[in-house]
């Protein structure tokens, strides 16, 4: 059980003495979401008010020009634990001694015709009208196991079970469309056709709170198996997971299949220009806290206290709901994309060919040469489609975690301290950690969620060198028969510093095991050597 306190100073803030009933108002808002202490001192100021303006605590009347902030003393603090509906009570909790930085102002804030007068900014378990919709993460059936509600519409506001918002990244330009009224503040998608053209589940490893942590198994289905709820309570919910048919179109792949590496067979390399049948899986991410903890070997209110911190404490309800233990980040997602019979991909007596590949912005799609990711993604797009023709059947699976999870902004300043200063195998991690501070934040931990989703117990052959995939696929229990390194052809030369570094670090490799006498020889091009 998760529990957290909150107290609030003895003192009560300066609220003004003037004779502003919009004043009034607010100070009426902020006495609501306060606990007992400092009500007294409160109330003295607001009989002030009262006998100033002539109102009412009823009356009803908002500043035209002016505003009145209204600065909370409430501060919160963790004390190892975390509010929840059990230790929701009348009485104030007590104090502890790590503090959360003060509740920010309260304000009247312009767009009220859209979001209301009353900006809250954190609700609390047991609060007056708060009642989340039950969730229980890891039951089987979907209606058993419920929706997964995170909107801050009307109807879904005091409802939802889910902290943070749909959409991942791209919440923000949601908002901004809103902002400019582009986008009514309270729209609901009609989902109307919109639903999966191929069945993806149930699978066992659906079931429980420990296999998938990170993504909701049931978010491809959501709008349509949670319709009569959604209808019946007002409530917006949405999908996170939308599954599509397409074709793929590549270079490399045409080339391999005028040279004859590749046979059209018109189901998967359908015609001489190397068009490919592909089944797209998009993902956005659902973290079930304590399993995601759990897989970090961390407790869950660490995880949380980080998430609030680190994302300037944009979500503070990771601090005062305890209760709500779904958190939708807001980061990049991924793409499964399946090549052959998705049935297949899950039965053990087929042959499976999987890549996992982590986001390159600058290789995999504007084909810069200091690294090996877009030859390694396009090596294991072929194989995989090789696979499906022989009859299994074969994923690639692409994750958003561009630079290493450590941004672009971060991996092009590597870049120029390498080229500045000499571009060794010997020193590739060292150049990273100077300026991150990290080698890696890609945490594959996390990865295996989406192979559990598409109910895959082994994989015949793993197309990738990494050893901290495999490890992360094995510890969840999932089989590697063989794993393939890239090809030596298909390794640009400026690469070898990464590839040559990474095998010294743990990658696999069937070729040269690489010496730390090795790394001080591997050089890549320095931007004297080209006029640019």
């Not at 590496?261 to 001489?272: F, H, R």
């Not at 994302?311 to 994309?337: M, V």
């Not at 192979?451 to 089989?479: C, P, W």
Request: net charge neutral; hydrophobic share 35%.
């Amino acid at each position: 059980m998760v529990e957290a306190t909150k107290t609030v100073s003895g003192s009560v803030p300066d609220l003004g003495t003037g004779s502003d009933p919009g004043a009034l108002n607010n100070v009426i808002d902020l006495v609501s979401q306060l606990s007992e202490d400092g009500l007294a001192q409160l109330q003295k100021k607001i009989e002030l008010l009262k006998s100033r303006s002539g109102g009412t605590a009823g009356s009803s009347s908002s500043p035209s020009s002016s505003t009145t902030n209204i600065k909370s003393s409430t501060s919160t603090t963790v004390a190892g634990t975390l509010p929840t509906d059990a230790a929701a009570s009348g009485t104030p909790p007590t104090a502890s001694s790590t503090p959360i930085p003060p509740t920010p102002s309260i304000t009247t804030l312009d767009g009220s015709e859209k979001w209301g007068s009353k900006v809250i900014i954190t609700t609390y378990p047991g609060q007056q009208g708060v009642k989340s919709v039950p969730i229980k993460w890891g039951a089987k059936d979907p209606l058993e196991r419920g929706p997964v509600i995170v909107s801050r519409t009307t109807g879904s506001l005091k409802r939802r079970n889910a902290i943070g918002a749909y959409s991942g990244s791209y919440s923000i330009y949601h908002a901004l469309a809103v902002a400019i009224n582009d986008l009514p503040v309270d729209h609901k998608p009609d989902f109307t056709n919109a639903q999966p053209p191929v069945d993806i589940g149930p699978f066992p490893q659906w079931e429980g709170v420990d296999r998938i942590v990170s993504m909701d198994p049931f978010g491809h289905i959501a709008p349509w198996v949670y319709s009569d709820l959604a209808a019946k309570e007002n409530l917006d919910i949405r999908p996170t997971i939308a599954v599509t048919k397409a074709h793929m179109q590549l270079a490399e792949i045409r080339d391999e299949v005028k040279s004859g590496k590749l046979k059209v067979d018109g189901k998967i390399v359908l015609n001489e220009q190397g068009d490919l049948a592909v089944t797209k899986v998009a993902v956005e991410p659902v973290w079930y806290l304590p399993g995601v903890a759990k897989r970090f070997g961390i407790d869950e209110l660490t995880l949380r206290r980080a998430l609030f911190e680190d994302t300037g404490g944009s979500y503070p309800e990771l601090i005062t709901r305890g209760d709500i233990k779904i958190f939708l980040p807001p980061i990049g997602g991924l793409t499964a994309y399946i090549f052959g019979d998705p049935a297949k991909v899950s039965d053990p007596n087929s042959k499976l060919a999987l890549r996992i590949h982590d986001e390159c912005n600058g290789s995999d799609v504007f084909g810069s040469d200091i690294c090996t990711c877009r030859p390694y993604l396009l090596f294991g797009i072929s194989e995989a489609v090789k696979e499906a023709q022989n009859g299994g059947s074969g994923v690639v699976i692409y994750f958003r975690k561009e630079g290493r999870a450590l941004g672009e902004v971060t991996k092009y300043l590597v870049y120029n301290a390498r080229k500045r200063g000499g571009d060794n195998a010997a020193e590739y991690f060292k150049r990273t950690e100077n300026i991150a501070g990290v080698k890696d934040m890609r945490f594959q931990v996390l990865m295996p969620d989406i192979l559990h989703f598409l109910g895959i117990t082994k994989i015949d052959r793993m197309l990738s060198m990494s050893n901290m995939k495999h490890d992360a696929i094995v510890e969840q229990g999932i089989k590697i028969i063989e794993r393939v390194p890239i090809p030596d052809e298909l390794i640009p030369p400026d690469s070898r510093v990464e590839i040559d570094a990474k095998i010294f670090s743990g990658y696999f490799t069937t070729g040269k095991i690489v010496t730390a006498e090795d790394l001080q020889q591997v050089k890549g091009r320095q931007w004297e050597d080209i006029d640019h």
